[in-house]
């Protein structure tokens, strides 16, 4: 079993990019078109990608199977440009069953949640940012039955049919639990209840919990948090230097649409919007 990374150490100066949350999916080929195109001409010497890259992933023998040309197609995009630029993959709640098979068809190189990144003369920690949102309770009772060993070997030996059939209940326990939480943020709006924090979590909104992040930041040494998950990008202000830069999601057909890397270049961290070029 290959050990994810949890330092990685970046000599020279090539831009380095970092995306999530492609939630890439046969069914939307606008984003996978978009996202190829991207994986052709960045200049990036390195990407990383933060998690829920693919919308499901229900075990990487899945690649063997006859539904799977659209992974196999993703899995060679990324082994070409595997050839001219180094790929990091971290998990995200939707793809944490990828392991030593995916990445090594990929010729990607796996990271702990979190790690950190030494680069152009700075440092910063990475991670996907679901394991930071402490408010939402229920989500991680079930994050941490389903990332144990244990219950993943036992999962992993169900048939693929069968694996496929509980990952598609459980995509619409996790929509319905959305709806229900966004339900009562539309009755507690009508009736005036007004507090950012009650209309985060009553949006299901659950964001990445601030001390939890300043307390990280400190254990690393850094003043620098890069993730995604939430779908909130931007960059958030934490205690004194520190701060929460938050990765977008992707949407080749949302209006407009949503197709960003952040880039780090010459020691600064900028947006890259490619729906503008
Ligand atoms: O993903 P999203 O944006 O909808 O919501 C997430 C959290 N939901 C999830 C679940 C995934 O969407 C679905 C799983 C993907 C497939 C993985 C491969 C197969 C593994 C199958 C595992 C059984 O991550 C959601 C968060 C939200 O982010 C925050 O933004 O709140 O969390 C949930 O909805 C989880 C519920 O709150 C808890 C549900 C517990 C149910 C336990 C059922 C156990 C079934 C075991 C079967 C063997
Ligand atoms: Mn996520």
């Known amino acids: ?20 949350d492609l ?20 200049p990036a010497s390195s990407l990383f990608i933060l998690g829920d890259f693919f919308e499901v992933w229900a075990g990487d023998d899945f ?13 060679r995009v990324l082994n070409d440009a595997s ?9 995200g709640n939707r793809d944490f069953l990828l392991k030593d098979k995916a990445l090594d068809a990929a010729n990607m190189k796996a990271l702990e949640d979190p790690c950190i990144l030494r680069a152009q003369g700075a440092q910063f920690v990475l991670s996907h ?70 209309e985060n979590t009553l949006m299901g909104l659950h964001d990445v919990d601030t001390e939890f992040a300043n307390s990280t930041l400190e254990s690393l040494h850094c ?9 909130r990008p931007g960059e958030y202000p934490l205690l004194g230097e520190n701060r929460r830069i938050v990765l977008s999601d992707w949407d080749a057909l949302s209006q407009p649409a949503r197709l960003e890397v952040l880039r780090l270049k010459d020691g600064h961290l900028f947006r890259h919007n490619l729906a503008a070029h």
């Not at 050990?3 to 995306?19: A, T």
Request: charged share 30%.
């Open 63 to 75: 690649l063997e199977s006859e539904y799977a040309d659209f992974e196999n197609r993703c899995i």
């Open 223 to 231: 003043n620098t948090l890069i993730h995604g998950h939430t779908h």
């Open 1 to 20: 079993m290959h050990r994810p990374l949890k330092d990685i150490d970046i000599e020279g100066s090539g831009c380095i990019d970092f995306i999530s």
């Open 129 to 198: 940012g679901d394991a930071m949102c402490l408010s939402d309770v229920d989500y991680l009772k079930f994050r941490h039955m389903v990332r144990d060993e244990g219950w993943q070997t036992q999962f992993l030996a169900k048939p693929l049919q069968e694996r496929l059939a509980i990952a598609r209940a459980m995509r619409v326990k996790s929509e319905e639990e959305k709806a229900k939480y966004r339900k009562a943020f539309e009755t507690a709006k009508s009736t005036n209840v007004e507090n950012s924090n009650s």
């Open 23 to 42: 939630h890439l999916q046969p069914s939307e080929m606008a984003s996978f078109d978009a996202w190829s195109r991207y994986m052709h001409t960045t």
């Open 83 to 91: 050839k001219r630029m180094a790929i990091f993959f971290m998990a």
